[in-house]
């Protein structure tokens, strides 16, 4: 039967995937800006036809299109027979346990919950294989301390980043591991297992047919590389035991760039990015590598492009695991209902970011209609006043500001837009991160920063918005929350 179902796939897919493009073709430059996710859980306690179920409600109609474009790459002679195939493994697999763990039944329910049929959710779940094309750097401080940068490309489905969301994992009520994935793809391709280890998978260009390369897997039993991923994530504790289980690798360098063609040949001249990536890190060494520094490289053309649907960064030892625009509300709130009187957002790149931050910051009136921020009525009691009274000082006395530290931020006609937002007070400029972001840290005196300083301070007087600001250090963050624990401890001690 297993034989029977692998050729009659693999001939399937043949006939009616021909007309798939292959490679990652001519690299554009990005469009548009990054956008945060959000972040959903699934209980691999629960039975796994239900585990994906009310995760996948509100991304059914962000499905369709994705859905729809696999659907038009099947002759329509073959669409049929290929989806009672597809259906066939997943039938085939909950009977024998076939496909490893119980992602059959997982498939089941995400049909059910989506009203598409389990032949294009199954076949959702092969796109990867099709056709693809990505970017993953590894590097270390001297520290040892490993970060992992990923952009995932992908230039044929429309409508990828409007499905793409964070999954946490859990068993027993406790984070498992992390992924970040598309709505109804089950398997990882970029994921986390805290404390543990991190993983992303490229597609590897070799001068065979990517379609032929699917057909001959099928044939010889291989296996679907995101559930096998997956497989590693949430079976293996350890990294040793990871590398057993995918295969034995050795670094011999202090970074990694991967994109999709083997590193001892050459690469394509309109797909190349391994070497400016490389070139770039070149800038950089052991000594001055950090994760905001990687991220910098993540999203510099053409290692970001048109085609760059997200983009993570993971840090193993810190269990971080982020999308880099994460969003503000949750900071701003934090700030303004301990009734700070100033808040300062750092490292704004967009227009649309200074918007998000800034309107969380106000309550909305007549006057500010733009604000966002939640009526709770802490503060108002607190400050002894009625609420609409507080409001409304609270409006008036907020001090807000944008931090621009990167050298996008700084680009005429988005400089401008960004001093532009409603509610916006003052500004600062980050000098150690915009030369940074320039590959030269620590530079700031490098003509290319100058000149957008001196652009910086120029569209400032324009807009009618603070250049600049002088104030006095009392402390950071951790030194005071060291600070309230030694003394906390200290009085718990006395009284011992």
């Not at 369709?64 to 493994?89: K, M, R, S």
């Amino acid at each position: 039967m297993a034989w029977t179902w692998r050729c009659q796939v693999a001939l399937l897919l043949l006939l009616g995937l021909a007309r798939l493009p292959s490679g990652q073709g001519k690299l554009l430059p990005p469009q548009g800006h990054a956008q945060a996710v959000d972040t959903v859980v699934v209980d691999l306690d629960l039975p796994a036809r239900l585990r994906w179920q009310k995760v996948i409600l509100p991304y059914r109609q962000a499905m369709a299109p994705v859905v729809q474009f696999l659907h038009n790459l099947l002759p329509p002679n073959q669409a049929n027979a290929t989806y009672q195939a597809l259906e066939a493994i997943v039938v085939y697999s909950i009977s024998t346990d076939s496909l490893e763990g119980d992602y059959g039944e997982e498939i089941r329910g995400l049909a059910e919950a989506t009203n598409f049929t389990v032949g294009e959710i199954m076949l959702s779940n092969f796109f990867y294989e099709l056709n693809s094309g990505c970017t993953s750097i590894l590097a270390t401080d001297e520290q040892n301390t490993i970060f992992h940068g990923r952009n995932l490309d992908y230039n044929q489905l429309p409508g990828l980043q409007a499905t793409t969301f964070n999954v946490n994992f859990t068993k027993s009520g406790c984070l498992l591991f992390r992924t970040t994935t598309y709505a109804g793809y089950i398997g990882a391709l970029t994921g986390m297992k805290p404390g543990a280890f991190t993983v992303s998978m490229d597609q590897r260009f070799t001068n065979s047919s990517t379609l032929l390369n699917i057909v001959e897997a099928a044939l010889l039993g291989g296996h679907e590389v995101g559930l096998t991923l997956r497989t590693a994530l949430e079976h293996n504790a350890t990294f040793e035991d990871a590398v057993e289980y995918l295969g034995s690798v050795t670094p011999t360098r202090w970074y990694l760039v991967e994109t999709n063609y083997d590193h001892w040949d050459s690469v394509p001249a309109d797909d190349d990015r391994r070497h400016p990536a490389e070139n770039m890190l070149n800038a950089f060494s052991m000594t001055n590598m950090t994760l905001s520094a990687l991220d910098g490289i993540m999203n510099t053309f053409p290692v970001l492009h048109r085609d760059t649907t997200y983009t993570t960064m993971m840090r193993r030892r810190r269990h971080w695991y982020v999308l880099p625009d994460r969003p503000v509300e949750g900071f701003s709130c934090l700030v303004t209902g301990s009734g700070m009187p100033g808040i300062l957002f750092p490292n704004i790149q967009t227009p649309e970011a200074a918007v998000e931050a800034i309107r969380n910051c106000y309550y909305p009136s007549a006057t500010l209609p733009f604000g966002t921020r939640g009526f709770g009525f802490g503060g108002a009691n607190a400050d002894g006043s009625f609420f609409a009274e507080y409001a409304a000082a609270a409006n008036e006395r907020i001090v807000v500001g944008v931090q621009l530290e990167h050298r996008t931020a700084f680009e005429q006609a988005r400089l401008e837009a960004i001093l532009s937002t409603p509610g916006l007070i003052f500004t600062q400029d980050g000098p150690y991160d915009h030369s940074g972001s320039y590959l030269l840290p620590g530079r700031t005196d490098h003509p290319n920063v100058q000149a957008d300083l001196a652009r910086y301070r120029q569209a400032c007087q324009a807009a009618g918005v603070v250049a600049g600001y002088r104030f006095i250090a009392l402390g950071t963050d951790m030194i005071h929350l060291m600070d309230g624990c030694r003394a906390a401890l200290a009085n718990a001690n006395h009284h011992t």
